[in-house]
Each structure stands twice: as structure tokens, then as C-alpha cells.
């Protein structure tokens, strides 16, 4: 295993799209590291049959991340159990319709704002408090290449993947002396369900990458551990990439992979 002197027994995490990909690796990774993880995801059933392959200090509970009342509902049963909230993965996030913006509907180009931006807010607007009264925290919000770099058809991802770039920041000027962090993690293209909806749309250069192309979920998810130890610190405020070989390398990870 990666990263065994990271330990994070005695802390409690909450992964959002907990339920496959990336969230339901990370739940897993941070679980094998000693922390009390709770799965969110919109349905239960997924969330349910991983927090119970998990053990007992995993936890599931329903959650739509863009309904700011169920995200406050949420976190509040998070800290009844635990009594304490020390790591946030907002990973919940979606793409699809990938269309071009002349043909985009505008009720779902709205949800994926809702989603994708709104969603991370209410995690953050939820967890800040929480974490304050117990002198800090790290909050790991999922960033992208396509923060900072158009794509056809992409329009609502890579605008609100830039969104949470500068929420990430706000929350780092904002909180920093609080002692929470605020970091993004930029994975590159990961072997996901998202990835086959990308590639399925056939629109701009990445939906035509080869699958060997994608790293496993289960790096994101060790970048993720790795981005909650103080070895990380420099990164905070911004957004720290596992595309290039010395992310890779700071982490742990295999180089050998092309990089997209």
C-alpha cells in the first residue's frame, strides 16, 4: 500500500458521489487509513452495499448535493454520529449533455450549475462551521484540466470546473488562518463511468483517447490521502495535478502512463 504513514485514525470524512469512481475509491482509501468515512451519494443502494464492505466506521446517507436543506440535514447527522467533521471530498459532479452551446438545453446546462457548482458550495458552506469549532480541517475539491482550458462541448463542465478553481481559493484566503485547507485536485482522465459518457459524445479530442489512456480511479483516490497530509500544504489555495510525473511522483504513484 501507498502512503502507510499517513494515518487518520480518529478522523471522520465525508465523500461526496461517494456511490462509484472516484468517490467510492477515495471512501475506501481513506477508510484503510483509520478515518470514519461517510458515503453521499443521490440513491442509496450503491452507497449502502460499499459503506457495509467497509465496516462499521462507514456510514451512507442519501444526499442531493445541489438541495442546500438535504446537504445541512446531512451534515448535521454527520456530526450527531461522529461528533466531529475533519475531511471533505467534494468529488459529486457530472457532464452530461455534452453538446455544443447553440444546441445546449437550458434547463441541463442550469443542472450541471447546480450540481457541479452549487453542490460544492452547500459542502463547503456546511462544512466550514463544523470544522472551526474543532480547530480545522482539509476540504479537497475535485478540479480538472478543463478549469482553465476550453472544449467543445463542454461548455457547463469547464465553466463550472473554473468556478470551484476560485472557490477553492476564496475558502483558502478566507479560512486559512482558521486552519482549514482548501485544495483542488486535478486527476487527469480516470477510468470512470464519466470517461464513457465522454467518449460515447464522440464531440472534441478527449472522447477519442484510448481507455489505456485513463488512470484508475485508485490513484485519484491516493492523490486524495496524500493532499490531506502536511506534505501537501503547498498546494493550498490552488490546485495540485497528477497529470505530470512529479505529482505522480510526490504521491507515489506509477510515471509510465501518457499523460493527456
Known amino acids: 500500500m501507498l502512503n502507510p504513514h499517513i494515518s487518520l485514525r480518529g478522523q471522520t470524512a465525508i465523500v461526496t458521489g461517494a456511490s462509484r469512481g472516484i468517490g467510492e475509491a477515495t471512501a475506501r482509501r481513506l477508510a484503510a487509513a483509520g478515518a470514519n468515512v461517510v458515503l453521499l451519494a443521490r440513491s442509496s443502494d450503491a452507497i449502502e452495499k460499499i459503506a457495509g464492505e467497509i465496516g462499521d466506521r462507514a456510514m451512507a446517507l442519501p444526499c442531493d448535493m445541489s438541495d442546500a436543506n438535504a446537504v445541512a ?3 448535521a447527522q ?3 454520529r461522529f461528533g466531529q467533521l475533519d475531511i471533505l471530498v467534494n468529488n459529486a459532479g457530472v457532464i452530461d449533455p455534452i ?5 445546449a438545453n437550458p434547463a441541463a446546462w442550469g443542472q450541471v450549475v447546480d450540481i457541479n457548482i452549487k453542490g460544492v458550495f452547500h459542502g463547503l458552506n ?10 480545522g480541517g482539509t476540504i479537497i475539491n475535485i478540479s480538472s484540466g478543463a478549469a482553465t482550458s476550453a472544449l467543445e462541448g463542454w461548455s457547463h463542465y469547464c465553466a463550472t470546473k473554473a ?6 481559493a476564496c475558502v483558502h484566503k478566507e479560512e486559512g488562518e482558521n486552519n482549514i485547507r482548501c485544495v483542488g485536485l486535478s486527476p487527469g482522465t480516470v477510468a470512470t ?14 472522447s477519442k483517447l484510448d481507455w489505456s489512456t485513463h488512470i484508475p480511479p485508485e490513484w485519484a483516490a491516493e492523490a486524495i490521502l496524500w493532499l490531506t497530509s502536511d506534505a501537501a500544504r503547498r498546494y493550498d489555495g490552488g490546485d495540485f495535478s ?5 505529482g505522480r511522483q510526490a504521491v507515489g504513484l506509477p510515471v509510465q502512463h501518457i499523460d493527456a
Not at 497528477?242 to 512529479?246: G, L, N
Request: charged share 20%; glycine share 4%.
Open 242 to 246: 497528477i497529470k505530470s510525473d512529479a
Open 193 to 206: 463511468q464519466m470517461q464513457r459518457q465522454i467518449r460515447s459524445a464522440g464531440i472534441n479530442p478527449v
Open 73 to 75: 440535514t446531512t451534515f
Open 163 to 168: 468556478a470551484v478553481l476560485m472557490l477553492t
Open 99 to 103: 453538446t455544443r452551446i447553440e444546441d
Open 78 to 80: 454527520v456530526t450527531d
Open 126 to 135: 456546511a462544512a466550514i462551521p463544523v470544522m472551526k469549532t474543532s480547530g
